[in-house]
C-alpha cells in the first residue's frame, strides 16, 4: 500500500505521493480522512472561492513526476491524469509535459484553476519554471465542451506573464524592449485569442513617446501619438 503525505493547504489539499502529486480541490471547511490511500476516497469537488470567476472544478488531478532534488520543493512534472467521481481510473491523460514546476509546503500556485478563457468552465495552469534563466512561464489547458476535456492553449503559454480581467474579459500581457515598454490587451473569440489593443511607451534621455493601437481588419492601426518631454 502506497504511504501518502499530506500537507495543508488553505483552500487546496496536496498530497505528495510516491512518483506523483495528487491535487484534490474541495471546501475549506473539509477535513482530511485520518487514513488516506486510494483515490476514491478524496472528495473532487470544490467552489474555488479565492478566485474572482467563482467557477467550480469538479475534478481531481494527479501531477506525475519525480522532485529534482532532496527538498522536494520543484518537481519534473512528466505527466498529468484527470479524474472525476470516485473513479481510479482517470478521465484524460496528459503525457510529454516535461516542465519543472514548484511544489513547496503550500504548492507556491504551481498548478491554479481558473476560467482562463471566460466560457463558464473551469480551466488550470501549471507553472513553468527555466532555470538557466529564473524566468516562469505557464502552461495552460482549457476546458473544451466540444472534446468533454482539457485541450492545450498555446496562445496563452505564449504570452509574457498573463493577466486577467475577469470583469471584461481581458487578458493583459506587458513586457519590456531595450528602449520600450509593450502592454497588449486580447480578447478570445471562437476560442482564440485577438489582439484588441497595444499600448507602446517608448523612452529616450529627451522624451517619452507613447503610441495606441487598435486592431482594425486584423491589422495594427495607429490610433494616437502623445510625446512628454522631461523638464
Not at 504551481?110 to 463558464?120: C, K, L, S
Request: charged fraction near 25%; charge should be negative; glycine fraction near 6%.
Amino acid at each position: 500500500m502506497r504511504e501518502i503525505f499530506k500537507l495543508n493547504c488553505m483552500c487546496e489539499k496536496l498530497f505528495l505521493c510516491a512518483g506523483f502529486l495528487l491535487l484534490a480541490f474541495y471546501g475549506c471547511s473539509e477535513k482530511l480522512p485520518e487514513n488516506n490511500n486510494s483515490i476514491s476516497n478524496i472528495p473532487v469537488e470544490k467552489t474555488e472561492t479565492e478566485n474572482r470567476s467563482e467557477i467550480t472544478f469538479d475534478f481531481s488531478i494527479e501531477l506525475i513526476g519525480d522532485p529534482i532534488d532532496t527538498t522536494g520543493e520543484v518537481w519534473n512534472v512528466k505527466g498529468i491524469d484527470i479524474y472525476t467521481g470516485d473513479s481510479s481510473t482517470p478521465i484524460q491523460q496528459i503525457k510529454h509535459v516535461n516542465t519543472l514546476t514548484p511544489v513547496g509546503g503550500d504548492f507556491s500556485g504551481g498548478f491554479m484553476v481558473e476560467d482562463y478563457n471566460f466560457d463558464g468552465k473551469s480551466d488550470f495552469r501549471l507553472i513553468k519554471l527555466d532555470p538557466k534563466t529564473k524566468e516562469i512561464k505557464f502552461h495552460f489547458w482549457l476546458f473544451d465542451k466540444k472534446e468533454n476535456g482539457f485541450v492545450p492553449c498555446f496562445q496563452l503559454d505564449s504570452l509574457p506573464a498573463p493577466q486577467f480581467d475577469y470583469a471584461n474579459h481581458f487578458v493583459l500581457s506587458e513586457f519590456e524592449t531595450d528602449s520600450s515598454l509593450i502592454s497588449d490587451t486580447y480578447k478570445f473569440s471562437n476560442q482564440s485569442l485577438v489582439l484588441e489593443e497595444r499600448n507602446v511607451k517608448i523612452f529616450s534621455q529627451q522624451s517619452i513617446s507613447i503610441r495606441k493601437y487598435k486592431t482594425e481588419k486584423g491589422q495594427l492601426i495607429l490610433v494616437d501619438e502623445k510625446h512628454l518631454t522631461g523638464k
